[in-house]
């Protein structure tokens, strides 16, 4: 059974920083894209950042510079440092996993955290 649990939302202060945690069970994690998506209120999920097997990343450019991916595959675990915080850093923080082979796709989502930064 597949499943990605994201950790470390909450509440912060503007200029503040939180590091999120999403810990995947049930498939192969080494060989999948990880990344973070966030959706705030009434606005469509978009990428925040993403990590490929090699260890390339991207980031969106409202987050470049502040927000860091990383990823430890001996511990199934995709972070998401984000550091100097603003308030329009306010969504819902979703992690996710795809990989395309074999003319598949598989993309797999967690279930989301909250990250709320006050002004």
């Known amino acids: 059974q597949v499943q990605l649990v994201e950790s470390g939302g909450g509440l912060v202060q503007a200029g503040g920083s939180l590091r999120l945690s999403c810990a995947a069970s049930?498939?192969?994690?080494?060989?999948?894209?990880l990344g973070w998506y966030r959706q705030a209120p009434g606005k469509q999920r978009d990428l925040v950042a993403r990590?490929?097997?090699?260890?390339?990343?991207t980031y969106s450019d409202s987050v470049k510079g502040r927000f860091t991916i990383s990823r430890d595959n001996a511990q199934n675990t995709v972070y998401l440092q984000m550091n100097s915080l603003k308030p329009e850093d306010t969504a819902v923080y979703f992690c996710?996993?795809?990989?395309?082979?074999?003319?598949?796709?598989?993309?797999?989502w967690g279930q989301g955290t909250q990250v709320t930064v006050s002004s």
């Open positions: 996710n996993a795809v990989r395309m082979a074999w003319g598949r796709t598989s993309d797999y």
């Open positions: 990590i490929n097997g090699g260890g390339s990343t």
């Open positions: 049930g498939f192969t994690f080494s060989v999948y894209t």
